[in-house]
């Protein structure tokens, strides 16, 4: 079946200007995750959405950025007034929590390049 | 904050050699993940590790898993260039919850 989807794949901005990157996940799949994977960094937790319920944004970097999932399905990251240190790798991840199994599948990335 | 850690960070390899990534992570966790990275490429999961002892194999590697040491290992078996990577591991708090990754450890394997 088809994996999660991510969209752009590449985006190149200036500083300043927001962005708005896309996650489609696995149809099913309740529970949906953005992470952000930085030049030689591990991958650093942004925000996660589980059905219904309230997101975790613990992981958000500033206010500049938020996330919104609609209909518990398609998500939208956005970054507003970009800054040179937001360059990284954005990846989504989408999962069946079950049990005590929570296997994370991740998206191919948006690499976003801040100039 | 649940910390893990990996090492080593880097990893250079004979071809037919063996090795062994080690992943410590600070909080009781009995569910931790292993996921490859090929440069460009995002993650692909490797093993699923849920229990205390639990052991899986695919190939040249074999992830096991101890929750009393908060240590899992993965160990490379006679290693070819195929298996040049990044290798991350990950804990998680529960199901739902987000997974806490150890900064991954690039796996050269040359001839």
């Known amino acids: 079946g088809a994996g999660v989807s991510q969209s752009p794949s590449n985006k190149v901005t200036e500083k300043g200007k927001d962005v708005e990157l896309r996650c489609d996940p696995i149809?099913?799949?309740?529970?949906l995750y953005w992470y952000r994977q930085s030049l030689g960094q591990g991958l650093e937790f942004l925000i996660y959405?589980?059905?219904?319920?309230?997101?975790?944004k613990s992981g958000l970097p500033s206010d500049r950025f938020s996330a919104e999932r609609t209909g518990g399905s398609v998500s939208t990251l956005t970054i507003q007034r970009t800054q040179q240190e937001d360059s990284a790798v954005y990846l989504c991840?989408?999962?069946?929590?079950?049990?005590?199994?929570?296997?994370?599948?991740f998206g191919p990335g948006t690499r976003l390049t801040v100039l | 904050e649940l910390k893990v850690e990996q090492n080593p960070l880097f990893l250079s390899m004979q071809e037919g050699k063996n090795y062994t990534i080690y992943c410590n992570y600070s909080?009781?966790?009995?569910?931790l993940y292993w996921y490859r990275q090929d440069p460009g490429k995002s993650l692909e999961s490797l093993f699923v590790l849920l229990s205390n002892g639990a052991v899986k194999q695919e190939g040249r590697l074999m992830a096991s898993l101890d929750t009393k040491a908060r240590l899992s290992t993965l160990h490379i078996t006679a290693a070819v260039h195929d298996l040049s990577a990044t290798y991350f591991c990950a804990v998680d708090g529960g199901p739902g919850y987000a997974l806490n990754f150890g900064k991954g450890t690039s796996l050269l394997v040359t001839p």
């Open positions: 909080t009781t966790s009995d569910r």
């Open positions: 991840a989408s999962s069946y929590p079950k049990g005590s199994r929570n296997e994370q599948f």
């Open positions: 149809s099913g799949h309740t529970a």
């Open positions: 959405f589980q059905g219904n319920s309230a997101p975790d």
